[in-house]
T-cell receptor, first 115, second 110 residues
């Protein structure tokens, strides 16, 4: 079972470059999320989506964009990379109903370095 | 606003020692509470959860009790193993997303 798959696992960008982090899940989850993890800071929510065609900002959305054209895919776009965006990015998904809505299924992460 | 505060690490223990990682929260209403674990090089995975006051979540020998009076959800294990070495995150569910604490690194030596 694939679960949540993120690509790439590692990437180095130059300041000002753009890129897209890909995320796909095969569990038919309606809810999907992007978090960033910085050392000693825990996870911060960037964007989330409650279903295809619906996205909303989290705590730290500046410098990022997302889209959700299908249930399976939730790509994260960095338009003008900045050193402050150096981080580990995690995509996650979850059920949308019932008592299990708090159980997030995480991908393995994408480590991005901006130089 | 909603927030989660965890004890700072790292926590270093010998095998078979007792573990406590403190977690307190601030939230409106009565959120669901969670502990997630992150092993080196991996994403987070759910360890246990509690959805209402006085609930006890348990898994793999770990336990945590939802204490409304003290707004706490401390993680405990009676006898840790080397394989428990990881980063532990306390989290609460606020609306659609989870709010995470900063994480506590546990290192267990044999």
């Amino acid at each position: 079972n694939a679960g949540v798959t993120q690509t790439p696992k590692f990437r180095i960008l130059k300041i000002g470059q753009s890129m897209t982090l890909q995320c796909t899940q095969d569990m038919n989850h309606n809810y999907m999320y992007w978090y960033r993890q910085d050392p000693g800071m825990g996870l911060k929510l960037i964007y989330y989506s409650v279903g295809a065609g619906i996205t909303d900002k989290g705590e730290v959305p500046n410098g990022y964009n997302v889209s959700r054209s299908t249930t399976e895919d939730f790509p994260l776009r960095l338009e003008l990379a900045a050193p402050s965006q150096t981080s580990v990015y995690f995509c996650a998904s979850s059920y949308s109903k019932g008592v299990n809505t708090g159980e997030l299924f995480f991908g393995e992460g994408s480590r991005l370095t901006v130089l | 606003g909603n927030s989660v505060t965890q004890m700072e690490g790292p926590v270093t223990l010998s095998e078979e020692a007792f573990l406590t990682i403190n977690c307190t929260y601030t939230a409106t209403g009565y959120p669901s509470l969670f502990w997630y674990v992150q092993y080196p090089g991996e994403g987070l995975q759910l360890l246990l959860k509690a959805t209402k006051a006085d609930d006890k979540g348990s898994n793999k020998g770990f336990e945590a009790t939802y204490r409304k009076e003290t707004t706490s959800f401390h993680l405990e294990k009676g006898s840790v193993q080397v394989s428990d070495s990881a980063v532990y995150f306390c989290a609460l569910k606020a609306g659609t997303a989870l709010i995470f604490g900063k994480g506590t690194t546990l290192s267990v030596s044999s």
